[in-house]
């Protein structure tokens, strides 16, 4: 299965480890580990399945405060339009694997 490469923003815990920002926010993410996504619906949020991540690594909607990008790979990823504001294209992924946590940008 051929894999795409895309960016993921993700919270950085004083601890060194990473996690989602909204949604299952105590999961730890492995760097190196493929993930598959799973549904936990919450309130306020709409229910799209999948790992949600960006072609380039912007999202002008969320600060950047306790965060960090990360570059990814994903796999059976489906696009999804959005506004401008909100990054304009979301790849939604089944699967998702961390390469590399990016410094600097």
């Known amino acids: 299965m051929k894999s ?4 993921k923003l ?3 815990r004083k601890n060194g480890t990473i996690g989602p920002l909204f949604i299952n926010k105590t ?5 190196g580990k493929w993930l598959k996504a799973e549904t936990f619906p ?4 709409a229910v799209r ?3 949600h991540c960006c072609v380039e690594p912007t999202a002008p909607h ?6 960090v990008w990360c ?12 506004p401008k504001l909100q990054g304009g294209l979301w790849l939604l992924a089944n699967y998702m694997r961390v390469d590399e946590i990016l410094k600097g940008i």
């Not at 795409?4 to 960016?7: A, E, I, N, R, V």
């Open 4 to 7: 795409k490469s895309g960016y």
């Open 10 to 12: 993700l919270r950085l």
């Open 27 to 31: 999961m730890i993410v492995p760097v």
């Open 42 to 45: 919450t309130k306020g949020y």
């Open 49 to 51: 399945k999948g790992w």
């Open 62 to 67: 969320l600060t950047m405060n306790g965060r």
């Open 71 to 82: 570059k990814v790979s994903m796999r059976d990823v489906v696009e999804y339009t959005r």
